[in-house]
């Protein structure tokens, strides 16, 4: 099956400053998805994205479904974006809905 | 509005008891599922349901029963409760089979066994 994984892992950054966040997926996808898990456990949906670049806000993603990647961008980043962001995607082979491990963003003032 | 509601948001219960969670969504989504995210955040699918009807059972106990009394709700049955079952439980929902679009989740609920 697809084997789904983020990097980095974790990361801390300084308010205002930029960062992107990776996901690449073992075998091509026709589904793609980015969560961002707040402090207190919400899931909530960034963006539906099997391929190309949406933007929204400071949040901008793009993947690149031939070559296995899916990036998402934070620009001038917030305390309020601190959580961890999940890329997920669907195994069709055996109809599984697939997380990645995440990566866990720090935002500190 | 809430699109996908659960409830309760904590539950607290000692080992061996029975309790259900309850989702609903209001999306008028024709698939609802039960994620199960563990103490090391990793979140694992456990149950699909398109239209009423079961289309993806992961490897979980058959202590987890799931009930779709129509296409709006699904809720989860758990017997026999055991330690390892604390987690958070998510329930989600999408406008049709295995996201071929965007899948919406409710808050969650933290299980917390005792």
């Known amino acids: 099956g697809i084997q789904v994984e983020q990097s980095p892992p974790d990361l801390i950054l300084q308010e205002g400053a930029n960062s992107t966040l990776r996901c690449n997926f073992s075998d091509s996808v026709n589904n793609l998805q980015w969560f961002h898990q707040n402090p207190w456990g919400q899931l909530i949906n960034l963006f539906y994205?099997?391929?190309g670049t949406k933007q929204n806000g400071r949040l901008s993603a793009t993947t690149v479904a031939t070559e296995r990647y899916s990036l998402l961008y934070i620009s001038s980043s917030q305390t309020t974006d601190s959580g961890v962001y999940f890329c997920a995607t669907v195994d069709t082979s055996y109809d599984k809905v697939i997380f990645g491990p995440g990566t866990s963003l720090s935002v500190i003032p | 509005d809430t699109a996908v509601s659960q409830t309760p948001k904590y539950l607290v219960t000692q080992m061996g008891n029975d309790k259900s969670i309850k989702c609903e969504q209001n999306l008028g989504h024709d698939t609802m599922y039960w994620y199960k995210q563990d103490s090391k955040k990793f979140l694992k699918i456990m149950f699909s349901?398109?239209?009423?009807?079961?289309?993806i059972n992961e490897t979980v106990p058959n202590r987890f029963s799931p009930k779709s009394p129509d296409k709006a709700h699904l809720n989860l049955h758990i017997n026999s409760l055991e330690l390892g079952d604390s987690a958070v439980y998510f329930c989600a929902s999408s406008p049709s089979g295995v996201w071929n679009t965007e899948a919406f989740f409710g808050q969650g609920t933290r299980l917390t066994v005792v």
């Open positions: 349901y398109n239209n009423k009807e079961l289309i």
């Open positions: 994205i099997p391929s």
